[in-house]
């Protein structure tokens, strides 16, 4: 859901401002967390979770493109550099507080924690942000936004369900992807004649930002490929414990945020391309540590290569956003800033269904070769007893060897898929055109 609306509420911005936008957003999130903390069942928690995300899509967005209102060019830089640290330490304490939370008191209070922080940002807002706006009718493009709505969700539903809870050639895949295709092309022949396009055609015309935001795509994909697979590597076939796996993720987001400060400073002595082709470089001599990491290298080896992605990922995510913002007046700022984080969420939803689609198919392929003695005792249900404590003490020696080794040629398929899409992450940062810079 926050996938879904983030491009919408990023035109809505522009139509109607920012702050009315941000808080309409912040009070949906606030609402769908007291309805999580009263949550009786986990259909009704999903439920919940899906008004929650309603109003997440309008915080993050709104919230960096209100950055990019605030400051000048010659600022932004620095500005976005600072705003995506915290971002990055964000993601290291947040899940360390979310297990301290669930230990020690209330797994409710995960969501209840959120009420006086929003309540917070609400009054920050009214009293300290002021802006502008000119009086005039505005034109909402529901239309558009109900085409985009229906295609993408549906599109999240088959990237999500797709290979899990329904066959990749089920009736539900194939209608759901027909939905999609009929309600993408509706959308793109609809918003070329909107008075108020709520996705302006014209921004992707724009060259900078259209290889920005597949770039964007694509380092989507590969973090989320890491995050995913990473931990499954280092404890289901090195052997180690979930801390030690943990460990080899985390350096990555203590990677990001150095590397987003350093390329606040970085844009302004060298410019925007070369910052970005460093990034783009980094992430791909990152990729290189996986796809050649074996049992034998150890946690380290692998700790090294999260680590220098995830410098090449704080240097790309804040070249693209600040230049992206740069490359556009107030009134697509709005858009423009959404855009890019929506394709960085639309390629997190696509790696992980891409390259959990490979390891599925590698490892099935695997148990269904002579390499497999046992036969139908093995089953992919096997790498979830096999990083379990208790299913681990149930396997024999042989099954868990039998586990481990198509585990490591899976995964290894994986490590295939992220480095190509390394690839052409790096390329996208290569090929990047001088950005037109819009003073406003």
């Known amino acids: ?164 809870g329904w066959s990749w050639t089920s009736p539900q895949i194939m209608m759901l992807l027909m939905v999609f295709v009929i309600g993408a092309v509706s959308f793109l022949l609809w918003e070329r004649k909107a008075p108020e396009p709520m996705m302006p055609l014209h921004l992707w015309k724009n060259r900078f930002i259209a290889i920005a935001n597949v770039a964007t795509f694509t380092s989507g994909a590969l973090v989320i490929g890491l995050s995913s697979f990473l931990p499954t590597y280092i404890q289901g076939v090195m052997g180690h414990s979930a801390i030690v796996a943990g460990f080899t993720l985390t350096v990555m987001t203590v990677g990001w945020p150095l590397a987003a400060l350093a390329a606040g400073h970085l844009i302004i002595k060298i410019g925007v391309r070369r910052t970005a082709a460093i990034g783009g470089v980094a992430a791909f001599i990152g990729s290189l540590f996986f796809l050649t990491l074996d049992p034998a290298k150890g946690p380290l080896w692998a700790g090294t290569g999260s680590f220098i992605t995830g410098i090449g990922m704080g240097l790309t995510s804040v070249t693209f956003m600040t230049s992206i913002q740069n490359s556009v007046d107030w009134q697509m700022r709005g858009a423009a800033t959404a855009s890019n984080m929506f394709m960085r969420l639309l390629g997190s939803s696509v790696g992980a269904a891409l390259l959990g689609g490979i390891l599925n198919m590698k490892f099935s392929a695997f148990l269904s070769s002579e390499n ?69």
């Open 372 to 440: 497999n003695p046992l036969g139908n005792v093995v089953t992919l249900n096997s790498i979830d007893q096999l990083l379990s404590a208790s299913g681990l003490k149930q396997m024999s020696v042989q099954e868990m060897h039998i586990v481990q080794t198509g585990l490591t040629i899976a995964i290894h398929s994986v490590y295939w898929g992220v480095f190509a899409l390394a690839i052409v992450t790096m390329i996208g940062t290569l090929l990047l055109p001088k950005p037109k810079i819009h003073q406003r």
């Open 1 to 164: 859901m926050q996938a879904v609306t983030t491009p919408i509420y990023g035109k809505l911005s522009d139509l109607f401002g920012r702050k009315p936008i941000f808080i309409i957003g912040i009070v949906i999130f606030l609402i769908g967390s007291v309805l999580c903390g009263l949550a009786t069942s986990m259909i009704t928690l999903v439920i919940f979770r899906l008004i929650q995300g309603l109003g997440a899509g309008a915080v993050q967005p709104i919230g960096m493109t209100i950055v990019g209102d605030m400051y000048t060019m010659e600022e932004r830089a620095k500005i976005q550099g600072f705003f995506s640290s915290v971002f990055g330490i964000s993601s290291v304490l947040g899940p360390l507080v979310g297990g301290l939370i669930v230990q020690y008191t209330h797994w409710s209070w995960i969501f209840w924690m959120n009420i006086p922080l929003g309540i917070l940002s609400i009054i920050g807002m009214i009293l300290f942000l002021h802006e502008g706006i000119e009086k005039q009718k505005r034109s909402i493009d529901y239309a558009g936004s109900g085409l985009f709505f229906i295609s993408i969700t549906s599109l999240m539903v088959v990237l999500i369900q797709g290979g899990v």
